[in-house]
């Protein structure tokens, strides 16, 4: 075997001789010649690195073996001769794409891909080597790179002329919330040293105090960010500075060593422009501290694109600007580029994230967004050019949307002489509408780009007995800003809630209290400040009891006053989302999560939230959703901590003494105690662990023993199953039905249809009295530990007979076209028991009736806003439906109420699935009509390219059709 045929790679290559070389008829004879050709070039350079010399040697066998001078060579892979002679010597690294053009002239095809395979690793080994040399870019690479540069650069220079405008204007607002503070607190101690009696003014000033330190450690935080972010964009203006300089240098390097390439137009940038101050500050605090928080998010997201895109361009291989290969365009022809598979959603709630070569909206493309004007009145008004400020005012106007007007009006209230300034805007607005505004500048982006005027809106609409149907709302029809709700219409719905519980005439003793009246103060006193607390304390110590009073005497206190929230097995997103409906009315739509966090980071209220479940990084990102709002939260030893940096502060609520237990005692039997009484109570005290629920049932138990002996105290600390069976028939008939629904206790409206009895609703209270069942938001549970003491007593027999039963009554009740969404909305947590429950059977009555069920309430917790109900509920439709071989048409119903629902969500490829998979269901029955639904809704699917969720869905449900 000849050593001609192996190379210094160590690879035995027959295939140089064996099969046919690259087409070189262009080439004189002894170019074309099947032998070595002489090297006519120096050796591999000394001391480059062991593996950049590998890939040399590589590249240099392949060029040897091909017959094809170093000339010719780099003028058929349109390379420099002088870079591929520094190349092959090992002294320069070429970008891998020349590397694939040297391979693909070098090497026949049918070993091509192997050969590449190896380029690419010696590539990247010599590219990692610690000696490596720079890569090579070509001018056009170069110039492409530069372009990019530039306009990085431009871009990273606004930012840091917008960075210095908000610290300026957010030190000045700071400055005056300071003296706005030490006035506050100057009057405050007058009244009180003066020993006024408590009045409505010291009230009012302590309320105004406590808002201020809100605004004031909340502009801090503004400031924190703004200067970081200020401090990000200038670091970023340096170095792309310092780039583009490179870039210029390497360019002028080209050009000069490459004689066949043509002068390209000089690229020049002019590195000047200093921030322009601005002063003043804004009247009206809390509209100026949202609107900033759409601008810190707007420019945080543009560092953070700006820094990928940044990245993406320094990296040395431009998707869109490729260099001529043997396979690849030519210079006259253009150049493909890579468009984003999805076009941002217009959105008028949203902060503008747009992508980096187009604007958000025209204003923006102008020049004519909020901060521009900002800093342009500034300017103008000092320079005393008023005429020219009207006259700009005048374009913005004609340019901005609703929500960039209302921005721009409540900034330019912070500079000097705002009055004056405001009366111009206002002037300018007036004369709006009498007059044709400017005609906005032809966009240069295709119109294909442009996002439909009804981007951002959804109008859904479901019915009882067909399938849903989802369209583009149209901006006239789109739900406005929600507003909140009066004072009045909160209070009702608090009523509402609390009449909810328990029929009238059926008044409860409460149970005292006891030993928790530090607990109570220091949490107000946390609240108070602002701060955020955390009780834990396990199941049955009282800690919900401990909430209501703290919530009562919080009433008053935030400018939102008290919101009390459930917490029991629901998520951050859920949470938020109820908050937001406790404040703002939300009735008719479904608000997406844009608007959502918007409403939510504007209410300022403490929010009481028992039985939470979740803690570490989703409690900070729930925290950090609401900044103007103080928490209380309550949750058990078991649930996740908060993390370091939310500063939630720890409450344990411990167990009750000794002393309490016999008070509490003595409170349900309405007498003293006897000696065998009161030892009886010590010992159930103990094994109980001093927790006031198992106390409350204790002495229930106490109580109802009617001069029988006292129970052992290990019954008396596990009251439940003794407890039961002194109860009436009908308080056990609900502890049955309960303990089917796992745990859930169905509202008393449905107890007179589920018992039989007209009274059966008097049974709620007998079961309160006793401590067998606690409060949960609106609605009842049993208690902890009452499940499994109920289930060994025999209480869980005949539960799927009383499931069907429910289920049944459900799906009848929710089908009448009289009850509303926000009925069976409250029902939802029973409502979906019933159907886990139902779907863990396979009995074909229990399926069918899942099925009935699902569909009855799924339209109306669509409609009511419960999209987290309707999704389960839907899902546990299509399991049932499965469940039945003759239930193809209920599976097509609720494949396509799910596509429905992701799509509103803006889960795009759930969606699709969806709807792809109803159509097919439909299509296979014949169903014309479904199959067309889909069709549409996979065709709006295709239109809204965004995958983002809409700002706002509007909700419509339909009467059933009549038999």
Request: net charge negative; hydrophobic share 40%; charged share 25%.
């Amino acid at each position: 075997m000849s050593d001609n045929f192996r190379t210094t790679d160590g690879l035995f290559r027959p295939w140089i001789s064996a099969v046919e070389l690259p087409d070189n008829s262009g080439l004189s004879a002894p170019e074309r010649g099947g032998g070595r050709v002489p090297r006519p070039r120096s050796e591999i350079s000394e001391g480059v690195s062991g593996e950049m010399r590998a890939f040399a040697e590589f590249l240099r066998d392949l060029v040897d073996e091909c017959g094809v001078t170093q000339q010719n060579l780099a003028l058929k892979i349109g390379f420099p001769p002088q870079r591929l002679s520094e190349t092959l010597r090992g002294e320069l690294l070429p970008l891998l794409d020349v590397v694939e053009r040297i391979v693909n002239a070098t090497v026949p095809v049918p070993r091509r891909p192997m050969m590449l395979k190896r380029a690419e690793r010696l590539h990247g080994n010599a590219a990692a080597a610690p000696r490596a040399p720079a890569l090579v870019r070509s001018e056009r690479q170069v110039e492409s790179l530069l372009a990019q540069k530039e306009s990085l650069f431009n871009d990273l220079d606004a930012l840091r002329k917008d960075g210095a405008l908000l610290v300026m204007f957010l030190l000045r607002m700071i400055a005056r919330l300071d003296r706005q503070m030490r006035d506050l607190t100057s009057e405050r101690d007058a009244l009180q040293r003066d020993h006024a009696p408590y009045t409505t003014k010291l009230d009012e000033l302590g309320r105004e105090l406590w808002r201020t330190k809100q605004q004031r450690e909340r502009a801090s935080q503004k400031l924190e960010t703004a200067q970081e972010q200020r401090a990000d964009a200038e670091q970023r203006y340096i170095a792309a500075q310092l780039e583009i300089e490179e870039l210029q240098e390497e360019l002028a390097k080209l050009r000069a060593g490459h004689e066949a390439s043509a002068p390209g137009p000089a690229h020049e940038t002019e590195f000047s422009g200093n921030p322009e101050s601005v002063a003043g500050l804004s009247d009206d605090i809390d509209d100026a501290l949202s609107k900033i928080d759409v601008v810190l998010h707007t420019q945080a997201e543009t560092i953070q694109r700006l820094s990928e895109h940044g990245d993406d361009a320094s990296s040395g291989y431009p998707a869109d600007n490729r260099t001529t290969s043997e396979d690849g365009p030519g210079d006259d022809e253009p150049v493909d580029s890579e468009e984003p598979a999805d076009t941002p959603a217009y959105d008028t709630d949203a902060p503008a994230a747009s992508p980096a070569h187009q604007p958000t909206t025209a204003a923006e493309a102008a020049g004519f967004g909020p901060l521009h004007v900002l800093r342009l009145a500034d300017s103008l008004w000092h320079r005393g050019e008023h005429e020219e400020l009207v006259a700009q005012l005048e374009r913005a106007v004609s340019l901005q949307t609703p929500e960039e007007i209302e921005t721009t009006s409540v900034l330019l209230r912070g500079l000097r002489d705002g009055p004056d300034i405001r009366s111009l805007l206002s002037s300018v607005l007036s004369r709006r509408g009498k007059r044709p505004p400017s005609p906005p500048p032809p966009s240069p982006w295709p119109s294909a780009a442009q996002p439909s005027p009804s981007a951002g809106f959804l109008s859904l609409t479901v019915a009882p007995d067909a399938c849903g149907t989802v369209r583009a709302c149209p901006l006239e029809d789109a739900p406005d800003t929600p507003r909140r709700h009066s004072p009045t219409a909160r209070s009702q719905h608090d009523r509402q809630h609390a009449d909810a519980l328990l029929p009238p005439g059926y008044p409860l003793a409460t149970p005292p209290v006891l030993e928790r009246q530090y607990e109570r103060e220091y949490l107000v006193r946390i609240l108070a400040r602002g701060r955020s607390v955390r009780l834990t304390g396990a199941r049955g110590s009282g800690r919900t009891t401990l909430l209501g009073l703290v919530a009562e005497d919080c009433v008053g206190v935030a400018p939102d006053d008290v919101v009390r929230l459930d917490g029991h097995g629901k998520g951050p997103a859920e949470l938020l989302y109820e908050l937001c409906g406790a404040v703002f009315d939300l009735r008719g739509h479904r608000i997406g999560q844009t608007r959502l966090h918007r409403l939510v980071q504007q209410i300022g209220a403490i929010v009481v939230i028992d039985d939470l479940g979740f803690g570490g990084d989703e409690l900070d990102e729930f925290l950090r959703a609401a900044p103007e709002c103080a928490f209380l939260f309550s949750a058990t030893p078991g649930t996740p901590v908060p993390s370091d940096d939310s500063y939630v502060e720890e409450v344990h609520l411990g167990p009750l003494s000794r002393q309490a237990c016999g008070d509490l005692l003595r409170w349900s039997v309405g007498r003293e105690l006897t000696e065998n009484e009161n030892f009886w109570a010590g010992d159930v005290w103990f094994i109980a662990d001093g927790l006031a629920l198992s106390l409350v049932q204790a002495g229930s138990l106490l109580r109802h023993r009617e001069n029988q002996s006292l129970p052992p105290a290990a019954q008396g600390a596990a009251a439940a199953s003794a407890l039961a069976s002194r109860l009436s028939e009908e308080a056990r008939e609900v502890l049955r039905l309960a303990v089917a629904l796992g745990g859930e206790v169905p509202h008393r409206w449905h107890l007179p249809a589920l018992l039989g009895r007209s009274d059966a609703d008097a049974s709620v209270a007998e079961l309160v009295q006793c401590g067998l069942v606690t409060v949960v938001g609106a609605r009842y549970r049993l208690a902890d530990r009452v499940a499994p003491q109920l289930d060994a007593d025999g209480y869980a027999e005949g539960a799927i007979d009383r499931l069907c039963s429910i289920g049944g009554h459900y799906a009848w009740y929710a089908g009448n076209a009289g009850v509303t969404p926000r009925q069976i909305t409250l029902e939802a947590p029973a409502i979906l028991s019933t159907l886990a429950g139902l779907t863990t059977s396979d009995a074909h009555s229990c399926t069918s009736t899942a099925v009935r069920l699902a569909r009855s309430v799924s339209v109306k917790f669509a409609a009511g806003g419960a999209w987290e109900a309707w999704r389960r509920a839907l899902r546990y439709g299509r399991h049932a439906a499965q469940q039945q071989h003759d239930a193809v048409a209920d599976r097509a119903y609720f494949h396509h109420e799910l596509g429905l629902l992701f799509l509103c969500r803006g889960e795009r490829e759930p969606a699709r699935a969806a709807l792809e998979a109803a159509v097919t269901l439909h299509a296979s029955l014949s169903d014309s009509e479904g199959a067309e639904r889909g069709r549409r809704a996979l065709a709006l699917l295709a239109a809204r390219q965004a995958a983002a969720e809409p700002v706002a869905t509007t909700l419509r449900l339909l009467a059933p059709s009549p038999a």
